[in-house]
């Protein structure tokens, strides 16, 4: 199949290389490249603290970071509300956790397009490194369809409320000195420079005390947690929007490379006099 | 009466306005304009989905957006714990509330002061553009009045602790360039371009798709309130301040334009020996 | 003893001032001065509120703000969980609390360096103000410890997780222009400005609504602390790397001016195979 996700070992300084590639598509990201990427980071969950590498560098093949996911494969599970909700809460919800979960540095090695997923699986590594041609967005509205609210809480906590209603409500996407300026990233450099940071980076850290690292990471993840997520039912009304015709006229305009009309006509003017 | 809250219906592309008009007091918050707020998104809030407009621009008259609360009004409810209570909780504190409840995007278009109850509103809108003169601050300090909890959780949510304390503690007025380094609003512009801004934004979004935007906003809703907010009996002892000497002396050195003696003479040197 | 804190009672102006000493060490924090704060905190805490000083500016001695612990008294408690846990619980958590119980506004005036137990005292401050040159960093990963949780709850609520992140897991020290872009200080001047700057600060505070202050405080901190904090029970196993290898290594490379070896040689090459 096009799409995987790669995990290189550990090399001689302890540091491993998560890849995503999907190649043509800018490693847009399919089911199986989530699943690949739960399981691998479940694996490395369960090792030992004096197993495995000290950090992983998560980056993206040719170039690209993670350009959202594949729309191709939408047809098969976006227009019904359970296989909907299957999808965001067993497939990426878990997979984003495993993530969240990882007790060894995360560094995301941004270049080019770090879009939907790919901004998703961003904010749950530790440090996130940029070119200065890096681009963020979860452009998604476009499509007729929402952030899944598991989705929402990760993204907000990191990059804060009036950034993420920018990138949702007004489908905007980022150039790196805004992305900086919000504070979505850590730090950008030069493009030709993001793969050396994302190595010093990692090198840097693995050189320290892989326990206190370990340590600081269960701290923060328990502040992050502190108060209890909202319930599987209480999400469950999120997806009834999957059978809608906005949601499936997003898709098909995608598809078919023209604008998308959403609930065009317009509604005719409004039937509320002005009250004051 | 002199102030009072307008809403234009939507247009051919779905664009509401909401405007601020209190000629000659910068658009100063009366009772009355915050009770027209609530009816208003209140009435917008009972709207199905298909129905009104897709995003509503909220505006002032005349080059200001809001310069806080209209202070002639305040001897007739904030000396009284209760009638100063009822203010804060069911007069500006359910406006407010109608408004983070407002499924459709709302944008503020905000040129010159954005103050006080103005910075409040602004806090409940998801975009928040601004010219370079504009001017945020909540000096309500030098009032000898504080914010009131309901409305420090809305505010500290979105621009951040810090910049609150320094609003706040400070009594300090940021300028354009200050709020958008502190996340305090989304994007600055040229003065003259702040209603084209606003506009391209409210009409980025009317072409999105209403029910991904409306579900996305639901999504934040809830990540913002996963905490149960305080009760109203523990709120009470905040509006004990009302009949108190800073908060009438505040309000009278405004008044009658010269600087508040707080306290004043300052109280004897510290009783209390240094201890090291 | 050589490290103490020492609080000069208010000026005519109502400004008290709490200095750091520790003479030759930067004002590395001993268990004394812990202690010190605490008692000073807790006395101002008690006193009425029209009594003792309106605002306290906190700063170092000899143009250093505070660098962090005194390392020489680490070998006394940190290597048993007991007394590590009694350290972080008792001594400083209580100290830190102190700061953020005080109803009179707190003004950090940072020169230099600002780092570890510094950095906390700081962010327990409502107005942080630095010179150019100011430094600010938690590298504690490279003396092989994490920090404790309720320290990670602090200074995560005020300067963001991605900030926080990048000290404590690249123990990455930050410059002054890197700390304002990040939101870790409220302003920025030039070195020969700062205590100027918050004398500025604290005058205007001083001249504003006491009460006002104190209830504008009062609502922060009930924002701040609404979800309930994890309780001692919860947090105790934290401190369980008391004793470890790479906790004694940590502090005993950098007691003997070496490079730590943390886990050196590494652990072999990765047992698990890549699955994709």
Redesign the interface.
Known sequence: MAG???????D???I?TLRFSHPGKLNALTVRMWR?LR??LE??NR?DA?????VIVVQGEGGSFVAGADIEEFPDFRFDAETLAHYHEEVVAPALDALLDCER?LVAQIEGACVGGGLEIAACC???LCGESSRFGVP??????????HE??IV???I???????L?????VLNAAEA????LV?RVVEDAQVAAEARR?AE??A??????????????R???H?????SRDERAP?YD?AS?A??R??LAAFNERR??R??SP??P????????
């Open positions: 995987h996700v790669h995990l290189h070992p550990a001689a300084q302890g491993a690949d399981a691998l694996g490395l090792l004096d197993e495995g590498p000290r540095p530790d440090i996130r998604i509205a476009r499509l007729g369809f929402p952030m899944a609210p929402v809480e907000a906590r990191v804060g409320e009036t950034t993420l209603r920018e949702l409500l007004e489908a905007r900086r300026e919000r504070g850590t980076s840097a850290m050189a320290l005390s892989p326990q206190a690292l370990r340590l600081s990471k269960r701290a923060l328990q502040f992050a502190r108060a209890p997520l909202s999120h929007y809608s906005e949601h006229e997003g604008p998308a959403f609930g317009l509604p003017a409004d039937k509320h006099d002005d009250k004051t």
